[in-house]
């Protein structure tokens, strides 16, 4: 699966972009400043970046294309403004970005750009299935099935299996799966993942062996075909999770 980080202040339209690039199967990210965009990219791994030009307080757009291409990291780079004169299209070239788009612009228009610089890069087709043990979700199709058996899921629970398969045999953290799923960059101190987990289980888990999501008490979920052999893990009801 192809990795998208979007860095842009805007939240709407970063929403806007993220749902949909995941929509076309992309594991999509979002950055609100330049500074976390950094972060991002110094300590993970993308296949591209879309940047946009403004950013808030001290690392905008430019700065950050800037460092991150000083520092050796060739990700393709498209950046988005709503400065489209000619001059400030060539300081974003020069700095580095590989493609330039300004706003207002069609989700079209930018699916195909980033889908031309991914070319170009010689980056491998997405991969369209996720698969653990006799479970399979088709991310083209956005078909899930277990042992051959159909299973029907809601966007929401489609997005929450997805992550989870993504990270498989790995503890995916409560916050992880706020910012991936719900795109929240807060705890809003509900339940709404252990409500969305205990669906998602009646559907994946009941009547199947083995389990394959497993809580870890106090930290998130892991999805494996046996849980992990530590006191740590609690196959309790998820509101038991922690918070």
């Not at 993308?46 to 294309?65: E, F, H, K, Q």
């Not at 489209?84 to 299209?89: L, Q």
């Amino acid at each position: 699966m192809r990795r998208c980080l979007i860095i842009e202040d805007d939240a709407e339209n970063a929403r806007y972009i993220a749902n949909g690039f995941r929509e076309l199967g992309y594991f999509t990210a979002i950055s609100r400043d330049g500074l976390d965009g950094l972060q991002r990219l110094a300590g993970e791994s993308w296949d591209i970046i879309i940047l946009d030009r403004m950013l808030p307080n001290d690392v905008d757009g430019l700065s950050l294309l800037t460092t991150l291409r000083s520092l050796g990291k060739q990700t393709p780079v498209l950046m988005l403004s709503a400065l489209s004169a000619t001059d400030e299209r060539v300081r974003g070239l020069k700095a580095g970005c590989d493609d330039y788009l300004a706003k207002p612009f069609s989700f079209a228009e930018l699916a195909a750009r980033v889908e031309a610089l991914l070319r170009r890069a010689g980056n491998p087709e997405p991969v369209q299935t996720l698969q653990l043990a006799d479970l399979k979700a088709n991310l083209v199709t956005r078909s899930v099935e277990r042992a051959g058996q159909p299973i029907a899921l809601q966007p929401r629970e489609f997005r929450l299996l997805v992550t989870l398969l993504m990270h498989q045999q790995q503890v995916v953290t409560r916050t992880m799966l706020l910012e991936s799923v719900w795109d929240y960059r807060f705890d809003p101190q509900t339940n709404v993942i252990d409500v969305q987990i205990s669906r998602l289980r009646n559907k994946i888990d009941q009547g199947f062996t083995p389990a394959l999501i497993h809580t870890v008490r106090g930290v998130g979920y892991i999805m494996s075909t046996r849980p992990p052999g530590d006191s740590g893990t609690d196959e309790t009801p998820d509101g038991d999770a922690g918070a």
